[in-house]
């Protein structure tokens, strides 16, 4: 072979190379695992641990707006903090990569969002927010719950797939 053909083969190997990682970073990152719900929703496929540990995370996430507005009644601010930094961003960290590389895109933004949020509430709060500013700010923050859940829900673990 020619020099100049070698090149083309090394430049061909480069592209293909190129697609396929491109193909990678769009499933992992962009895409995830989903599958169209029955009620019109994304669904994400997750297995029966990832789709566990996501539904105690909101779980978790419906105990903390209650002890979030339970410290906003006594307007006990350190509890705000304390509650609202229980659900913060340091509680997704735990998310495993596996798993993360099924959730799409804009999940993951509006995820972080929320984690965030509540991490702002927290930050509020000690800095001397009222508690009919961090009310405002939960407000807005819950806002982002029911979007997300109106857009996308977990498949049916596989066990009850087709009830
Ligand atoms: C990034 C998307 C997203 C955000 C943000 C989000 N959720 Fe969820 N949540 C989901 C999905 C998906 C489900 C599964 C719903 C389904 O399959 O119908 C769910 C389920 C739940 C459930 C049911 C749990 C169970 O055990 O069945 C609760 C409660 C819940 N979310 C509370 C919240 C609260 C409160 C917030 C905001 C503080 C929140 N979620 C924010 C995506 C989200």
């Known amino acids: 072979m020619t020099s100049a053909s070698w090149n083309r083969v090394h430049l061909a190997i480069?592209?293909?190379?190129?697609?396929?990682?491109?193909g990678l970073v769009y499933t992992f990152v962009v895409a995830g695992s989903t599958q169209p719900a029955a009620d019109g929703r994304v669904a994400i496929v997750l297995d029966p641990a990832e789709r566990a540990l996501m539904l105690r995370e909101m779980r978790e996430f419906v105990a903390g707006v209650e002890r979030v507005t339970g410290a906003l009644a006594r307007d006990d601010m350190p509890a705000v903090a304390a509650a609202a930094r229980a659900v913060g961003s340091a509680k997704a960290r735990g998310v495993p990569v596996g798993m993360l590389g099924k959730l799409p895109l804009e999940f993951k933004t509006l995820a972080y969002a929320t984690h965030r949020g509540f991490d702002a509430i927290a930050a509020a709060a000690d800095a001397g927010a009222t508690s009919r500013q961090t009310l405002t700010a939960l407000s807005e923050l819950l806002g982002q719950c029911v979007t997300c859940h109106a857009r996308y829900a977990l498949a049916p673990p596989p066990s009850t797939a087709g009830r």
């Open 14 to 22: 480069i592209v293909v190379l190129l697609v396929v990682i491109g």
